[in-house]
């Protein structure tokens, strides 16, 4: 049974950092895109960045520059750095893997206020 787990988010001040973490399960990691998606309220959720199982990586053009994905293989975990957070990031977080169909965890809530 496929499942993800999203953890690490929370509060932070503007221009603060946090990164969060994706565990999946019942799948092998290294053999799929992983991706990072956010949503804020009342719209759809929206590609914030993804990593290839060779490595390459693509960002929305928001948050080039200051966020950055990674994996672990071995962990079977997928993380997503965030850097220089802006007011503008405050939204919740989902990790996202396309296996029979898409997959997502319950998300994580990543919240940037003064």
């Known amino acids: 049974q496929v499942h993800l787990a999203e953890s690490g988010g929370g509060l932070v001040q503007p221009g603060g950092s946090l990164k969060l973490s994706c565990e999946g399960s019942?799948?092998?990691?290294?053999?799929?895109?992983m991706a990072w998606y956010r949503q804020y309220p009342g719209s759809q959720r929206e590609l914030v960045a993804l990593t290839e199982p060779a490595g390459t990586t693509r960002y929305a053009d928001s948050v080039k520059g200051r966020f950055t994905i990674s994996r672990n293989n071995a962990k079977n975990t997928v993380y997503l750095q965030m850097n220089s957070l802006a007011p503008d990031d405050t939204a919740k977080y989902y990790c996202?893997?396309?296996?029979?169909?898409?997959?997502w965890g319950q998300g994580t809530q990543v919240t940037v206020s003064s």
């Open positions: 019942g799948f092998t990691l290294s053999n799929n895109d």
């Open positions: 996202n893997v396309i296996l029979d169909r898409p997959y």
